[in-house]
C-alpha cells in the first residue's frame, strides 16, 4: 500500500531533550515536506527537501533540523525542544512539486 | 505575500442538503489550488487539485471545485452532503514554480443527521 509513515503517533518529552520523528515514503516521490498543524493556523511548512541531499526552511524552521540521506526517508530533528514546539506534525511526500501531496497520519508532540 | 482565507471557521449543515466552502487566495502570478479533507485522528488526503485547464474541477467523494480567476477564489461544493462527509476541510495554494504550499486555517464541516 502506498503510504507516508511517520513515527511515533504521539510523543511527550521534556523542554531540551533532543529527539527525532522520523518519516519514510514508499513511492519514490522525490519531494518531501514537513508541516505542524496548530489550532486558527492550519498547516504551516518547516523544511522540505527536493530530492537526496537538497532540503530548505519552510516558513516557520527555528528550532528544528532535517536529513535526506535517502529518497524514502525525510526524518525531522528537534535538538533542543520548547513547550512552543508542541503541536500535530504532518509529514508528507509528493511525485513532484505542486502534483499534490500524500501526508501521513501525522505525530502529536507535548513538549513540558 | 501569498495567502489563503478560508471565511467559515464552522460550517453545519442537514443531510442531503448541499454545501459550499468558501475558499479565497491571493496572489499576483499563476497558481495551483487544492482542497484537503482531514478526518478526526487522521492525515489529510487529497480531495482534488486544480493544476490547468478546465476551472470545474471534480474530486473524489462527489466534491467539485471552481477555480474563479477574476474572483480568486476556489470553493469547493457538493449538491447532497452525508454524515461521513464530517470532517474538517483545508484550502491550500502554491504559485507555480514555487516550493511551499500555503494552507488555509481550515473549515469544520458539520454534517446534522
Known amino acids: 500500500e502506498a503510504q507516508v509513515t511517520q513515527n511515533p503517533r504521539y510523543l511527550i518529552t521534556v523542554t531540551g531533550k533532543k529527539l527525532t520523528v522520523t518519516c519514510s515514503q514508499n513511492m519514490n516521490h522525490e519531494y518531501m515536506s514537513w508541516y505542524r498543524q496548530d489550532p486558527g493556523l492550519g498547516l504551516r511548512q518547516i523544511y522540505y527537501s527536493m530530492n537526496v541531499e537538497v532540503t530548505d526552511k519552510g516558513d516557520v524552521p527555528e528550532g528544528y533540523k532535517v536529513s535526506r540521506k535517502e529518497k524514502r526517508n525525510f526524518p525531522l530533528i528537534l535538538e533542543s525542544p520548547s513547550p512552543n514546539q508542541t503541536s500535530l506534525y504532518f509529514c508528507?511526500?509528493?511525485?513532484?512539486?505542486?502534483?499534490?501531496?500524500?501526508f501521513g497520519s501525522g505525530t502529536r508532540l507535548t513538549v513540558v | 505575500a501569498q495567502s489563503v482565507t478560508q471565511l467559515d471557521s464552522q460550517v453545519p449543515v442537514f443531510e442531503e442538503a448541499p454545501v459550499e466552502l468558501r475558499c479565497n487566495y491571493s496572489?499576483?502570478?499563476?497558481?495551483?489550488l487544492f482542497w484537503y479533507v482531514q478526518y478526526p485522528n487522521q492525515g489529510l488526503q487529497l480531495l482534488l487539485k486544480?493544476?490547468?485547464?478546465?476551472?470545474l474541477v471534480k474530486g473524489i467523494n462527489g466534491f467539485e471545485a471552481e477555480f474563479n480567476k477574476s474572483q480568486t477564489s476556489f470553493h469547493l461544493r457538493k449538491p447532497s452532503v452525508h454524515i461521513s462527509d464530517t470532517a474538517e476541510y483545508f484550502c491550500?495554494?502554491?504559485?507555480?514554480?514555487?516550493?511551499?504550499?500555503?494552507f488555509g486555517t481550515g473549515t469544520r464541516l458539520t454534517v446534522i443527521p
Open positions: 508528507a511526500s509528493s511525485v513532484r512539486q505542486n502534483y499534490g501531496y500524500t
Open positions: 496572489s499576483s502570478v499563476s497558481v495551483y
Open positions: 486544480y493544476l490547468s485547464g478546465s476551472t
Open positions: 491550500a495554494v502554491s504559485e507555480t514554480g514555487a516550493n511551499n504550499l500555503f
